[in-house]
């Protein structure tokens, strides 16, 4: 049968390049799993270390440990009629950060709930997954998230780096000055202030923030910006999207601290 080590290594060839087409999305494979309560295929994908860092479930290290998880999530979504769509991606080398909006009942009302998920690879067999969001809209409480990444190792650049330095000086003008006239700032809560007025209101409530960036994923329009803040430690996470003209079109925020 002369033919069959040829059909072998064209099954072989289509398994890496199944295989590299979930590596190079792995925040859509992992919201599959999630969402199908199948964590078999992400562990095909990654045999190696998986490790996820979850609001509510904290961290989750193991294959054992992330059947367990998906599992508990999947009947959780389920339970509240959880709808998701992507609305925004930033990738860049090995790390993927993904802007989610969950639609999903809350005491018999459907409420939207902005999720961000950021996916980083270092090596083909492991993968870490760092989930971001309040969830006040999902229990009307919110909970101190710990910082779990070590900051100061990053630094940013131009705009970013301006609203990050005004802002933890408290100086509402000069934050108000990165954004576009018409720019906007969205809350974790899905609330959003939009122009200069509406930028000033929110800044001048926020007093000053020390910002401590962990992570950046860049790609030079959006910066996804991981974050600890202090007293006492929490974690965060902030899209910056800029604009034609250098200056800030949006803010998002991805966290549950109290401003």
Not at 199 to 210: K, S
């Amino acid at each position: 049968m002369p033919w069959f080590p040829e059909f072998s290594t064209a099954i072989e060839l289509a398994r890496r390049d199944a295989r590299a087409r979930e590596q190079a999305d792995p925040v859509a494979q992992y919201l599959k799993a999630l969402y199908d309560d199948a964590p078999g295929a992400l562990e095909k994908t990654w045999p190696g270390d998986v490790v996820v860092h979850d609001p509510r479930a904290g961290e989750i290290r193991g294959h054992r440990d992330l059947r367990a998880f998906i599992h508990s999530n999947r009947e959780w979504m389920a339970a509240h009629h959880a709808r998701l769509k992507v609305v925004g991606s930033i990738t860049v080398g090995g790390r993927a950060a993904v802007e989610l909006l969950v639609h999903v009942l809350h005491e018999g009302d459907e409420v939207a709930w902005p999720v961000a998920v950021v996916a980083e690879s270092w090596d083909e067999r492991s993968v870490e997954f760092r989930t971001y969001c309040s969830q006040w809209p999902v229990d009307g409480l919110r909970h101190l998230r710990p910082a779990f990444l070590e900051a100061g190792a990053v630094e940013t650049t131009d705009v970013v780096a301006r609203h990050l330095d005004a802002l933890g000086a408290g100086d509402v003008e000069s934050v108000v000055k990165t954004f576009q006239p018409d720019g906007y700032v969205q809350e974790p809560l899905d609330n959003v202030h939009r122009g200069v007025d509406g930028l000033r209101a929110f800044y001048a409530g926020a007093g000053g923030t020390a910002v401590q960036p962990c992570a950046v994923t860049d790609d030079g329009v959006g910066c996804a910006l991981e974050y600890n803040v202090d007293g006492p430690p929490q974690a965060g996470l902030a899209v910056f999207e800029r604009g034609t003209d250098g200056l800030l079109a949006a803010v998002r925020l991805y966290d549950d601290i109290t401003r």
